[in-house]
Nanobody, 122 residues
Framework: QVELVESGGGLVQAGDSLRLSCAVSGWTESTYCMGWYRQAPGQELQGVAHLTSMGAITYEGSAKGRFTVSHDNEVMTTYLQMKNLRPEDTGMYFC????????????????WGQGTQVTVSP
């Protein structure tokens, strides 16, 4: 059974940095497509960054230029390095995963973590 566990969130001030981690267990697929999403209070889930085992990386919205997504295959953990944080980055951050074959076919992630809270004060 696949499990995703996020960590690294917290309360920081504007301009600070944080690194979120997403530890994946039970993974048996030969490929992986990973994503980070944010849900701010009262708002819909919003994509932040995505990467694949083939090396493709994409960023969405204000994450471009400030956030860096990476993956350590040895420990099967995906990271989201966030720099120059802004109050509007506040929200619950979720990690998502799927085999890339599933992603191409279904156009969605299959597995989701419980999230880690990031709060950025002005």
């Amino acid at each position: 059974q696949v499990e995703l566990v996020e960590s690294g969130g917290g309360l920081v001030q504007a301009g600070d940095s944080l690194r979120l981690s997403c530890a994946v267990s039970g993974w048996t697929e030969s490929t992986y497509c990973m994503g980070w999403y944010r849900q701010a209070p009262g708002q819909e889930l919003q994509g932040v960054a995505h990467l694949t085992s083939m090396g493709a990386i994409t960023y969405e919205g204000s994450a471009k230029g400030r956030f860096t997504v990476s993956h350590d295959n040895e420990v099967m953990t995906t990271y989201l390095q966030m720099k120059n944080l802004r109050p509007e980055d506040t929200g619950m951050y979720f990690c998502a995963a799927a085999s890339c074959e599933f992603m191409v076919k279904e156009r969605r992630y299959l597995h989701w973590g419980q999230g880690t809270q990031v709060t950025v004060s002005p």
